[in-house]
């Protein structure tokens, strides 16, 4: 890792190259190992270390958006002469850039001893275990086992500058059986010991060794359990379709009618959580905005939305640090996903469906309609059929058609047990759902 005097340099180079213009600077750093396995077998490992340096530059109320893989003299001489012909060439901003407030603050070490400089043979330990747990129950695994080590830090001409450097691992595994369908898992968290890998990976044996789909079902409303897997990916299209603060100004985002209103039943609270103890904390996002606990849905009511730096200024509103890139000026993002468990255990929450589909994963998703916040997608790595609260057979796949906004209406049950899925860099920390009424639209060739 290159530490926080690498960058405090970077900002005086910047300060000397760019004299006369305002300037906000995000570099980030990332050191990722990963070994990929397939057919039970090791096949790569692989070692990355990219730098990227990305921000904006001011000059004249002129705005330059840039990005640059190389930080040497020579590089910042180019990206000066790039800056300067995209200013040349610009028009003037139709609203005052506002730096952000002086601030520098003691750095931020948020890495792991034993995740520093990990030998490739921990990750062939790891493998190892999976491996076994499939040769054991005659299944073949596939996936991967990385860690990464990273470092941000925001510079600019206000007098702001915050170093953070962080460390995680994840993994993703399917296990496949002799008619190649099978089931899958994930995980992000701080250490390897934290992503669970045993249990995560036995706790899929069952459905991979069940998942040999011979029968259908007829497309309707059903009543489902969704995993964790699924409840991360719905509501990361929820956060995608909904939550951006410059769609909500302009009147494009369902939050127009359904923020501040009771949405989804008491039980239910999701939120932004850098403090949460199973979450890789960023403490300030890409423009130095502080990070803190951030309600989304609160008790079921629908709190508040994100509004990134660059919209804040636009619209007169506060940023609520959730700025993704200065490349993408008006995007903005939940970091630190949780959704809180429920008032259920696992098993009780099953024992609530007589008769039902359990939906493990999901492939992909559209949303059909922003204003309403509708999706669309597949069921993948299993779609079950439970019987008095069991999980008995599989079934082929199917597409669904759902509104978010009816899903919450019809959310009856969440699992005390929550679990920390990949996402992005961080987990998507989700529980087991029990929802009524889900839309099945049409059958799946396989």
């Known amino acids: 890792?290159?530490?926080?005097?690498?960058?405090?340099?970077?900002?005086?180079?910047?300060?000397?190259?760019?004299?006369?213009?305002?300037?906000?600077?995000?570099?980030?750093?990332?050191?990722?190992?990963?070994?990929r396995f397939a057919n039970s077998e090791i096949h790569q490992n692989i070692s990355q270390e990219t730098l990227r340096m990305e921000g904006v530059f001011i000059k004249d109320?002129?705005?330059?958006?840039?990005?640059?893989?190389?930080?040497?003299?020579?590089?910042?001489?180019?990206?000066?002469?790039?800056?300067?012909?995209?200013?040349?060439?610009?028009?003037?901003?139709?609203?005052?850039?506002?730096?952000?407030?002086?601030?520098?603050?003691?750095?931020?070490?948020?890495?792991?001893e034993d995740m520093l400089n990990v030998h490739p043979l921990k990750r062939r330990e790891l493998f190892e275990l999976i491996r076994s747990i499939a040769d054991e129950n005659n299944l073949k695994a596939f996936g991967y086992v990385a860690n990464t080590e990273s470092e941000v830090s925001v510079m600019s001409t206000s007098g702001l500058y915050l170093y953070h450097?962080?460390?995680?691992?994840?993994?993703?595994?399917?296990?496949?059986?002799?008619?190649m369908t099978g089931s899958y898992t994930s995980a992000t968290a701080k250490n390897f010991e934290q992503l669970q890998?045993?249990?995560?990976?036995?706790?899929?044996?069952?459905?991979?060794?069940?998942?040999v789909p011979e029968e259908e079902i007829d497309p309707g409303q059903y009543t489902v359990i969704l995993g964790p897997e699924a409840v991360a990916d719905i509501f990361s299209y929820f956060v995608y379709g909904a939550l951006n603060g410059f769609a909500y100004e302009t009147k494009t985002s369902s939050a127009v009618k359904y923020?501040?209103?009771?949405?989804?039943?008491?039980?239910?609270?999701f939120k932004d959580d850098p403090e949460d103890d199973r979450q890789?904390?960023?403490?300030?996002?890409?423009?130095?905005?502080?990070?803190?606990?951030?309600?989304?849905?609160?008790?079921?009511?629908?709190?508040?939305?994100?509004?990134?730096?660059?919209?804040?200024?636009l619209f007169g509103k506060e940023p609520t640090g959730h700025t993704v890139s200065m490349l993408q000026p008006y995007m903005a993002?939940?970091?630190?996903?949780?959704?809180?468990?429920?008032?259920?255990?696992?098993?009780?929450?099953?024992?609530?469906?007589?008769?039902?589909?359990?939906?493990?994963?999901?492939?992909?998703?559209?949303?059909?309609?922003?204003?309403?916040?509708?999706l669309t997608g597949m069921t993948r790595d299993g779609l079950f059929i439970v019987e008095n609260g069991e999980i008995t057979k599989a079934v082929k796949n199917m597409r669904f058609n759902v509104n978010f906004y009816k899903l919450l209406e019809n959310l009856k049950g969440l699992s005390k047990e929550t679990y920390n899925p990949a996402g992005y860099s961080t987990?998507?920390?989700?529980?087991?759902?029990?929802?009524?009424?889900?839309?099945?639209?049409?059958?799946?060739?396989?």
């Open 61 to 112: 109320n002129k705005m330059a958006v840039v990005s640059s893989g190389d930080v040497s003299m020579e590089g910042l001489k180019k990206l000066k002469e790039q800056v300067d012909e995209i200013l040349e060439n610009t028009e003037e901003l139709n609203f005052k850039f506002k730096m952000p407030p002086l601030r520098m603050e003691y750095p931020y070490y948020m890495d792991e």
């Open 1 to 35: 890792m290159r530490t926080d005097q690498f960058y405090r340099n970077l900002m005086r180079l910047l300060h000397d190259t760019f004299p006369g213009y305002e300037f906000l600077v995000t570099a980030t750093s990332t050191k990722r190992d990963l070994t």
């Open 165 to 179: 450097s962080a460390t995680y691992a994840d993994f993703n595994t399917v296990l496949l059986n002799e008619n």
């Open 427 to 446: 987990p998507f920390i989700a529980p087991y759902a029990l929802v009524e009424s889900f839309n099945f639209t049409s059958k799946s060739d396989h």
């Open 280 to 313: 890789i904390k960023y403490p300030f996002d890409s423009v130095g905005t502080k990070r803190t606990t951030f309600p989304v849905i609160e008790n079921g009511e629908f709190k508040n939305i994100l509004y990134s730096y660059q919209t804040a200024l």
């Open 197 to 211: 890998i045993e249990d995560k990976v036995r706790e899929i044996v069952t459905l991979a060794r069940k998942n």
């Open 333 to 374: 993002f939940v970091m630190n996903p949780v959704i809180n468990g429920g008032n259920m255990t696992k098993e009780v929450l099953f024992s609530k469906v007589d008769r039902g589909i359990y939906i493990h994963r999901i492939h992909y998703m559209n949303i059909v309609d922003p204003a309403k916040l509708s």
């Open 259 to 269: 923020l501040g209103k009771k949405i989804g039943p008491n039980f239910l609270t």
